[in-house]
């Protein structure tokens, strides 16, 4: 009886020995693969954003306040901001990154042309943001047919053809600029968003009436926009980039589009929601861009 009693224990002990040590072994197996699978990792691959004031898109009081010295100027300047050109927190760049969920570096900049955008790419390489497995969006080239394109490229803007042959060459400087230094990086072109009603050239610069957008025809506007896409196009043919459609996927979206449907504000405007600069992408335009641009990137 006592050998049966000291017995029966003995055994009941030596089977949940071998239990508990086969149920610490799982767990530890269990655990050990816990911690060997990754977890989700962020894309590092970053965007570097070139373009002019439609991307950089700032507060138009700030940015025209900006230069003036003592406590105004120093209030203006205290905006988002890279290497001295101010852009919104909500402008395409930044939505780009949204809708991507890829860290952008913004050098966008208001006035910049083809031409120009040679400096800020130099800036952005400077500051070891062009990288192989970076993406470079150049968004250039209305600015080319102003003041601003005469001076930084020295065109005739009364001449489309000269403008054109300028742009493409500063573009292809651009790209072997680019590439000079990361000969893997992809370039993206994209479109800009039109201003004037595809079909009637109107362009609305009054926008006070609740939907009820005030214009006129503006032919020479319209055909800019469709010279602008035309270099784009090509230009991205050249240096190899990859050309994104915006203009046709924004028809009905321009400054006489209803209120909430308007992509670009009108010059006196009191109507479009969430803007920022007149005559310059809204909230919902920079939206759209990024939208569209970020399947390609």
Same mark, same amino acid.
């Given at each position: 009886? =006592?050998?049966?009693?000291?017995?029966?224990?003995?055994?009941?002990?030596?089977?949940?020995?071998?239990?508990?040590?086969?149920?610490? #072994?799982?767990?530890?197996?269990?655990?050990?693969?816990?911690?060997?699978?990754?977890?989700?990792?962020?894309?590092?691959?970053?965007?570097?954003?070139?373009?002019?004031?439609?991307?950089?898109?700032?507060?138009?009081?700030?940015?025209?306040?900006? %230069?003036?010295?003592?406590?105004?100027?120093?209030? #203006?300047?205290?905006?988002?901001?890279? #290497?001295?050109?101010?852009?919104?927190?909500?402008?395409?760049? +930044?939505?780009?990154?949204?809708?991507?969920?890829?860290?952008?570096?913004?050098?966008?900049?208001?006035? =910049?042309?083809?031409?120009?955008?040679?400096?800020?790419?130099?800036?952005?390489?400077?500051?070891?943001?062009?990288?192989?497995?970076?993406?470079?969006?150049?968004?250039?080239?209305?600015?080319?047919?102003?003041?601003?394109? &005469?001076?930084?490229?020295? =065109?005739?803007?009364?001449?489309?053809?000269?403008? %054109?042959?300028?742009?493409?060459?500063?573009?292809?400087?651009?790209?072997?600029?680019?590439?000079?230094?990361?000969?893997?990086?992809?370039?993206?072109?994209?479109?800009?968003?039109?201003?004037?009603?595809?079909?009637?050239?109107?362009?609305?610069?009054?926008?006070?009436?609740?939907?009820?957008?005030?214009?006129?025809?503006?032919?020479?506007?319209?055909?800019?926009?469709?010279?602008?896409?035309?270099?784009?196009?090509?230009?991205?043919?050249?240096?190899?980039?990859?050309?994104?459609?915006?203009?046709?996927?924004?028809?009905?979206?321009?400054?006489? &589009?209803?209120?909430?449907?308007?992509?670009?504000?009108?010059?006196?405007?009191?109507?479009?929601?969430?803007?920022?600069?007149?005559?310059?992408?809204?909230?919902?335009?920079?939206?759209?861009? +990024?939208?569209?641009? #970020?399947?390609?990137?």
């Amino acid at each position: 009886m =006592t050998g049966r009693h000291n017995n029966t224990p003995a055994r009941t002990r030596s089977f949940r020995h071998r239990v508990l040590a086969a149920g610490t #072994a799982l767990l530890s197996v269990i655990g050990l693969g816990a911690t060997i699978v990754p977890a989700a990792q962020a894309d590092t691959r970053n965007i570097v954003a070139l373009g002019d004031s439609f991307s950089s898109n700032p507060d138009q009081v700030r940015n025209t306040l900006r %230069a003036i010295p003592g406590p105004i100027g120093d209030w #203006a300047d205290d905006y988002p901001q890279t #290497a001295g050109c101010l852009q919104a927190p909500n402008n395409f760049p +930044a939505k780009l990154s949204q809708a991507t969920d890829r860290p952008v570096d913004d050098y966008s900049c208001t006035a =910049t042309t083809s031409g120009s955008m040679m400096n800020r790419i130099n800036q952005a390489i400077d500051a070891g943001a062009v990288r192989n497995d970076s993406t470079v969006v150049l968004a250039v080239g209305m600015n080319d047919y102003g003041l601003f394109g &005469a001076f930084d490229n020295g =065109t005739n803007i009364l001449d489309p053809g000269n403008v %054109a042959a300028a742009y493409r060459d500063n573009m292809q400087r651009a790209a072997d600029r680019i590439r000079s230094v990361a000969p893997e990086a992809r370039i993206v072109v994209p479109g800009a968003l039109p201003t004037v009603d595809r079909k009637n050239t109107t362009f609305c610069a009054l926008n006070v009436v609740p939907d009820f957008p005030m214009g006129v025809p503006v032919p020479i506007l319209r055909d800019v926009e469709n010279w602008n896409r035309d270099n784009q196009r090509a230009a991205a043919a050249d240096i190899d980039a990859t050309y994104v459609e915006v203009m046709d996927g924004a028809r009905g979206h321009d400054t006489c &589009a209803a209120d909430n449907d308007r992509y670009v504000a009108g010059i006196v405007d009191t109507t479009t929601p969430n803007y920022n600069m007149m005559f310059h992408p809204s909230e919902n335009g920079s939206q759209y861009l +990024a939208d569209t641009v #970020a399947p390609h990137v």
